[in-house]
């Protein structure tokens, strides 16, 4: 829940920031103070632009963290895709091989087989 929120934080800092700076670049040929504390458009824009590019490198470095684990979380459902096939695949021709010829190597090919299976089992 937490996460998800902080997540978000960057890119929102990002939009304040860059609606401040555009404010205060529209203002900054005028002479006013925004209530006693701007006295100085330009420099407070050009402290915001920085923040904003700050806040712009932190939301990459989110996002490419994001990408990155939903790479590697793909890239583990496809390991155990192909370790579920190789498995069933095993299983079915040990029970092929066992019809054929019901010797005791291929029970326990078989055997060995199914208790693969039974040992994955819980990755499917």
């Known amino acids: 829940m937490w996460l998800n929120f902080l997540a978000l934080l960057p890119s929102t800092v990002l939009t304040v ?15 006013f103070e925004f209530i006693g504390l701007i006295a100085n458009p330009r420099q407070w824009s050009n402290g915001f632009t920085v923040a904003a590019l700050l806040a712009t ?9 994001r990408r990155n684990r939903e790479t590697n979380r793909l890239a583990e459902a496809r ?46």
Do not use: M
Request: aromatic share 12%; proline share 1%.
């Open 57 to 65: 490198l932190a939301n990459f470095g989110v996002e490419w963290n």
């Open 17 to 31: 920031l860059l609606i401040a700076i555009a404010f205060l670049r529209f203002y900054d040929q005028t002479d």
């Open 79 to 124: 390991e155990r895709e192909t370790r579920r096939t190789r498995i069933e695949t095993r299983c079915r021709i040990a029970e092929i091989q066992f019809q054929l010829d019901p010797s005791e190597r291929n029970r326990r090919a078989l055997r060995e087989a199914l208790a693969l299976l039974a040992e994955y089992g819980d990755l499917f």
